[in-house]
């Protein structure tokens, strides 16, 4: 499974923002997909996955406004990013998660700045 993350960039605290990543291969193995971040000095952190099923997991601080969508036809998974803070910056990458292992993508940076 290869994945293609798109969609960041610099935003001003308060804006949105919009991840995509593509998923080509064996596509149809995938089990989980979601959305980590890691920022300058920090461990990687979960911040949304969806299952096969729809289900929905979501870290505490971006609850109510971080929502992860997955688009079956196109392959894709979404975070659609409301309410940037500035703690939201980090590079976000993408992972899909199937029975023989894990995917990553490439990463992409995400800047809340006024």
């Known amino acids: 499974v290869q994945l293609q993350a798109s969609g960041g960039g610099l935003v001003q605290p308060g804006g949105s923002l919009r991840l995509s990543c593509a998923a080509s291969?064996?596509?149809?193995?995938?089990?989980?997909m979601g959305w980590y971040r890691q920022a300058p000095g920090k461990l990687r952190e979960l911040v949304a996955v969806i299952n096969s099923g729809g289900s929905t997991t979501y870290r505490d601080s971006v609850k109510g406004r971080f929502t992860i969508s997955r688009d079956f036809a196109k392959n894709t998974v979404y975070l659609q990013m409301n309410g940037l803070k500035s703690e939201d910056t980090a590079v976000y990458y993408c992972k899909a998660t199937y029975p023989s292992g894990g995917s990553w993508g490439q990463g992409t940076l995400v800047t809340v700045s006024s």
């Open positions: 291969g064996s596509i149809f193995s995938i089990n989980v």
